[in-house]
């Protein structure tokens, strides 16, 4: 059985090497996709580390290092593959970096013989993680999408009872003192870690196929908020409203003369769009899209067509444009320049 859970450990973490591999080379810069290939380099560290144990020498707490990541880092993946806008703030640059940074230090304070503050660290390293990992479970829980959602509602099921069950058998039964013989217990690690990378992978896989969808079903349309609706885009368009960087939907809704509230229900309604803010981004990525392609604004910079098509600053504008074209604006703007026969991106 020992030889069993070292050998599945040592395949596992080729199987998440190969996929650092493939986010390095081939994956496309989002959130979704680091996160992921730091997860899967995290994992094969920690897993060639305990499937070769001191086989490694004086390298082990090195490889080691590399493994401090993969709870936090999973956290991540999970959050970006569970919600539509998963962008990474000052909160969760930080949950990763303190449960990072005692696996960074570790190694260095053994190589000088300083061990004193070691165990504090682990301990800390060990709260963090167990707040990343309870975080990773509530963001597969959040949200729930409604039956008509079936792949989605499978996916997270899955998800759900393969992360719980392994984090139950590792961190409960195995990390809690628990006496487990070393056979047995390398073998259940093994294979939690297997099936973690499995799920995690099938995720990842469907993800690619199937954008995140907006759970919430829209109301159902009356006549008057289609008509509403309709005059919102004729409004819009004539006066280019969306180019006002503070348009909000108190601003379009005294613009048309109504209440808020029927205006917002118009847009998801009658208009079947997600809420006001995506409404009024399409239209500003439209403007920016039409600039970039027009070779008499060629002399504009990404910053100042970004300003230009309502957005107050180039983050924002580089986000909503790569989430809408799937290419930044720079790159949308050469492909443009390509010839008469290159392809409009879509």
Known sequence: MLAFGLSLKLLCALAALAWAVWVLVKAPRTALYLSWGVFTLSLSALLLAEGLGDALGDVRPWILMLSGGTCSVLWLFTRALFRKNAEIGPFELALVLGIITPSLIKPMLLSVGFVAPIDSLVRAQSLLSSTALILSVWEAARCWPSSEH??????????????????????ILIGSGVSIPPAPATAIEAVCAAAILGVCSIGLLYRMRHP???????????DTDVELGQRLLRL???????LDPELN???????????????????????????????????????????LSNPD?????????ALESGFNSIGPFNRAFKSATEQTPRDYRREQRKGPDALPAE
């Not at 792949?151 to 590792?170: D, K, N, P, S």
């Not at 995140?212 to 009356?222: D, F, K, L, M």
């Open 297 to 305: 604004h060629d002399t504009l910079s990404i910053l100042q067509v």
């Open 236 to 242: 819009m368009e004539r006066e280019q409203l969306y």
């Open 212 to 222: 995140v969808p907006n759970h919430r079903a829209a109301p159902e349309a009356t």
């Open 150 to 171: 079936r792949g989605e509602v499978a996916l997270r099921t899955a998800y759900l009872g393969v992360f719980v069950t392994g984090v139950f058998l590792c961190s």
């Open 249 to 291: 939907l108190n601003a379009l809704a005294r613009s048309l003369g109504e209440p808020p509230n029927r205006v917002s229900r118009a847009i998801t309604a009658g208009l079947k769009a997600p809420n006001v803010n995506q409404l009024i981004n399409a239209r500003r990525i439209a403007h920016a899209r039409a600039m």
